[in-house]
């Protein structure tokens, strides 16, 4: 539509907005429910992955529409995984009632409450993944703990706003197993608790953690709100955090509260789960965050190195995601669609803040701050598919990107407004900086922009919604520059080379060396993978990892000497130089080819076929950093410094 037309809708769109919480869909009815659902979830069957569950809704007699959560909160797509629900029974009066799948919408059931009934008797088991999916739908139950996402055991009406629908959960969980969430108990009993009713939207935005070896500290002593690190692990010696490790996770919430200036939760936990066997990632909610990572992440050297931001990031959210999201995202329930098109915002910004924090309190040194930076942006530098896909698509196109994984991600792309955002943030921090000559940077654009607002209380999941354009007004409150202009360049692009200019503005340049730096070092060692994605152009299994052979070939640079050579991802490495595959191996024949001039010969496997590649490549082993440039403001370490 034409631009003036656009506008004035943006405008439009931003004061009601304002006025109220998520914006709301035509179909879905913005009224209180008549009555209160209630909600048990018997998790004691957890180790075999079968959550039993029990709903009840009040209803009146006639057609009714019931959903299942389909667009998940955080996961930003249609993810909610009904493929698990089984067993499904609806009765009334103990009488069982038929339902129908809609055609169109897999997640809706429509069914006829017969005359006399007012209450449905929803009844199921939720066979939690067993492998493979992402987020929630991924691994979230074994023999010692269990990660509930309540979108995974409910149904709801499905017109109605979920905020506007109130329901009553309890939780049984395994004997001996202890328990945390950011809802409200209200009765506890030896296996489990009641909570106090909260609406859907809530209740899907309060995951709940059990383990059998569990630990709580207090990140926030005396505070108010408090805030809690909540773990559960595998082995009772995974919880073993440090005082150090303490430390920091306190400086944390500090750093966070001075960066932001507000806080807009009741209260935070953090539910940390230390597992092998679950899956691995982190998703944000108002009041907690479901942070789920490796067993020895607290008494492993490198596993606390290389990705101590999983905890920063996710806590951002709280501000950056949750009490201000896009409007697009801000959908009044799991059955509407949600729109990505500011996901550089939501997940962009908070890539880099979450970074930022995680350097400011002492998780990383500057250093390592700046070693992680320089890992970005030669990542987003050996990135071909900039020349047909610009970072815009990345977010409009989120939904499917999340599930694409490894191979050609240099060419597809993926979701890369998460790595690129912190690259497109620091060009805004270092150029406000670099403007107003020192007196200000995006920590004053931070406080405006998530700091305190009178017209929403300090309660949780009341969801102020902003635009494009309040993002470029803010900027130019605090410094003004054609911001919009240089947004649009950015997301627009379609420039094969990322845009470097923050750590050039910073007083910094990325380099390769012959040597990894010790963040690299300790990323290869977690990932079990060897990046030479700057030198021959592949990443492979080191060791055996995650659904990986060691040999297996993850990725392959779109134009590199191993692309040119024939290699692509899902191969394996068999020999190097008629060799059987070995990572360090690997690395000595680029070396020797970097001196004899000789092809790299690889023994390739391709499904059932073998055959054998020669690789013309002497320019030896290339690893990213940043150098200072002299003469230049260094402005990168204040950015990394405790405030
Ligand atoms: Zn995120």
Redesign the pocket.
Known sequence: MPSMIRRAAALALFTAAAALTPLLDAKVIDAAYPGTLTLKVDLSDAARKIFAVRETMPVKAGPLKIAFPKWIP?EHGPTGPIEGVTGLKISGNGQRIEWRRDLEDMYVLHLEVPAGVSTLDIEFQFLSPTGGGSFGAGVSATPRMVVLEWNQVLFYPADYHGGRVQIAPSIKVPAGWEFATALEKTTATADGASFKPVSVTELIDSPLMAGRHFKRIDLAPGANPPVMLNIAADRAENLDITDAQIKQHRNLVKQAVALFGAQHYDHYDFLLALSDKTNHF?L?HHQSSDDRTVADFFTSPTACLADPALLP??YV?SWN?KFRRPAGLATPNAGVPMKGELLWVY?GL??YLGEVLTARSGMWTAEQYRDSVAMTAAAMDHRPGRAWRPLRDTADNAQTLYNTGNAWSNYRRSVDFYPEGTLLWLDIDTKIRELSGGKKSLDDYIKIFYGKDPAFARTSHDVKPYDFDEVVKTLNTVQPADWKALLHSRLDSTEVRAPLDGIARGGWKLVYTDTPTELFKASQKESKMLNLMYSLGIIVASDKGRGAEPGEIVDVLWGSPAFEAGLAPGLKIVAVNGEGFDGDQLVAALTRAQKDKAPIELLVHNQDYYSTVKINYSEGPKYPRLIRVEGKPDLMTPIAAAK
Request: no cysteine; proline share 0%; net charge negative.
């Open positions: 955080g982190g944000e990031h996710e959210h995601g997940e908070t890539n």
